[in-house]
């Protein structure tokens, strides 16, 4: 039993997914200054809290470590930033941070774990067989440890979140670790999930995962544009040769209705995106979703090459700020907004600022509507982060006057030096006026180059060598006129095979108009005439 400083700031059962596995704590030596020396260090496990009586009752000497003998008050005990993902595993987060200790041969977590990682995967290698590796949350962030606690990277026995003296460590040695493993290993695949707080090592890696589509528990496609513009950013400038993908997932959901496992998978081959099954068909069929091998025609690659990129619907309808510059209609509080040639120019007043904003007036909608808002934005990269990382960029569409409420959900698209277009999808809008809202992350300056507004639903069609894609993400159904959108084609149904949707997939000849229900999509055969 240890008598502690602040017992509040450990829990015998913190995690929330499962609250019956015990913390972990670190127990180690001070240094005669008063901070942590975890070069004589051994591991432990809270056994018990008394917060009343300011003790622990740990396990000491677990993992393989050895209890070590502590002077009497100088010794410092922390607990592991860790997770346990729903199971009794303990995952340890590693301190990815530049500013980690190293051990006796200059090393940080970060370079023990590349060099492990590169002697595995290089020729001779336990695993040289394979063709890539792809990082799972791989955070630019330590994980919350809840409670109000933060991650201590640079060992202080301060807590510091991975920001030390106003540079993101952490992420710089997340980034530092990839380019490592690139180095390496300059022939392999090396891939990364993406998120909100996950790296950004574009230059360096061949592309991402999403995991789901467009996210992890999202039925009412929310995300829709978040992952639509990160596949079409890292599309575009990941380190080639370029390989993303959107994970067919849903976690705890039961039986998920089949319009949105066809929109599932639709969305990433939209913006040139593999689409793993990580859900599967119902009992009594093949084994693989008709969408994916042209359902009785059993043929993979049934859709051939793209004949082109995704036709988005709404960006061929009239712009609502056609013919006003917007600049003219921009104003910011925290920010400085200055009109160039071609768009403006907007950054913080507050250099330390984390985040700023610009509003642009003068969006008027005449009836209740879908909106899809089109940006093309660069920015300045802060000279803490390396160069090609990027910073998100994020829209919301509010009425005249009124303050946004800013959500995980909200449109957002990566920004960085490259101008880059990302589209923005807003569903039932009431009429009336209403201010367009960007929020800019960071403090650095970031230019808007050209913006559109289109009354209008996100849908999509997709030609190939010999199918079609529709999709509609809105929730209302839409009707695709094929005569105009398509001329020339003879389409049909595909045929469903054995348990899974005839109903949708009948096989009939498809006429000059089809009409989609809400978040569904459909893939089709297709024959073109000359």
């Not at 496609?221 to 639509?228: E, G, R, T």
């Not at 879908?370 to 090609?388: F, G, K, Q, T």
């Not at 079609?468 to 095979?497: M, W, Y």
Request: charged share 20%.
């Amino acid at each position: 039993t240890l008598r502690v400083a602040d017992a509040s700031l450990f829990s015998r059962s913190p995690y929330r997914v499962n609250p019956a596995v015990p913390e972990d704590v670190g127990l180690c030596a001070m240094t005669a200054d008063g901070k942590p020396d975890w070069s004589h260090a051994e591991q432990a496990a809270i056994v018990a809290v008394d917060a009343k009586a300011g003790t622990l009752t740990i396990e000491r000497g677990v993992y393989g470590s050895k209890p070590q003998a502590f002077a009497a008050g100088g010794a410092y005990v922390a607990a592991h930033v860790a997770q346990t993902w729903g199971t009794t595993n303990k995952l340890w987060q590693f301190n990815m941070a530049t500013t980690c200790p190293r051990d006796a041969a200059g090393k940080t977590a970060a370079d023990r774990w590349a060099v492990e990682l590169v002697a595995a995967i290089q020729p001779g290698g336990a695993i040289a067989y394979i063709d890539g590796v792809e990082f799972d949350v791989p955070f630019r962030k330590p994980m919350l440890l809840g409670r109000g606690r933060e991650a201590d990277c640079d060992a202080d026995g301060k807590p510091d979140n991975g920001i030390v003296g106003g540079a993101p460590v952490f992420a710089l040695g997340v980034d530092n670790f990839i380019r490592a493993l690139r180095a390496a290993l300059p022939e392999k695949l090396i891939m990364a999930d993406v998120g909100e707080n996950q790296q950004r090592s574009v230059a360096t890696l061949n592309g991402i995962e999403t995991e789901g589509w467009p996210k992890l528990r999202d039925p009412e496609f929310l995300h829709w544009s978040i992952a639509l513009n990160h596949h079409c950013y890292w599309g575009a400038l990941a380190r080639p040769p370029v390989f993303h993908y959107g994970l067919m997932k849903f976690l705890g959901e039961g039986d998920v209705p089949l319009s949105r496992v066809r929109l599932t998978l639709a969305g990433p081959l939209l913006v040139d995106a593999a689409v793993p099954m990580g859900y599967l068909p119902p009992a009594g069929s093949n084994g693989v979703w008709d969408e994916l091998l042209g359902g009785t025609l059993q043929r993979r690659g049934w859709l051939g090459r793209p004949l082109g990129p995704a036709r988005w619907l709404a960006d061929e309808s009239p712009d609502l700020f056609a013919g006003r510059a917007f600049a003219a209609a921009a104003s910011s509080t925290d920010a400085s907004v200055r009109t160039l040639p071609r768009g403006l120019e907007v950054a913080a007043r507050n250099a330390a600022a984390s985040s700023f904003t610009v509003r642009v007036g003068g969006l008027r909608l005449a009836a209740k509507t879908d909106l899809v808002v089109r940006i093309e934005a660069s920015a300045l990269i802060s000279p803490h982060e390396h160069r090609d990382a990027y910073r998100v960029l994020s829209v919301a569409v509010v009425r005249a006057g009124k303050q946004p409420e800013w959500t995980r959900s909200a449109p957002a698209a990566p920004v960085a030096g490259k101008p880059f277009y990302g589209r923005y999808f807003f569903r039932d809008l009431d009429p009336g006026d209403h201010d367009l809202v960007v929020q800019a992350e960071g403090p650095e300056a970031v230019t808007l180059h050209a913006v559109s507004a289109h009354a209008a639903s996100d849908i999509a069609v997709r030609s190939y060598e010999r199918g079609v894609i529709l999709a509609n993400p809105s929730h209302r159904s839409q009707t695709f006129d094929l005569k105009t959108l398509l001329p020339g084609a003879a389409l049909r149904r595909i045929e469903a095979t054995a348990a899974q949707d005839p109903r949708v997939n009948s096989g009939v000849a498809v006429g000059a108009e089809v009409t989609l229900p809400p978040k569904d999509a459909l893939f089709l055969h297709a024959k073109w005439r000359p």
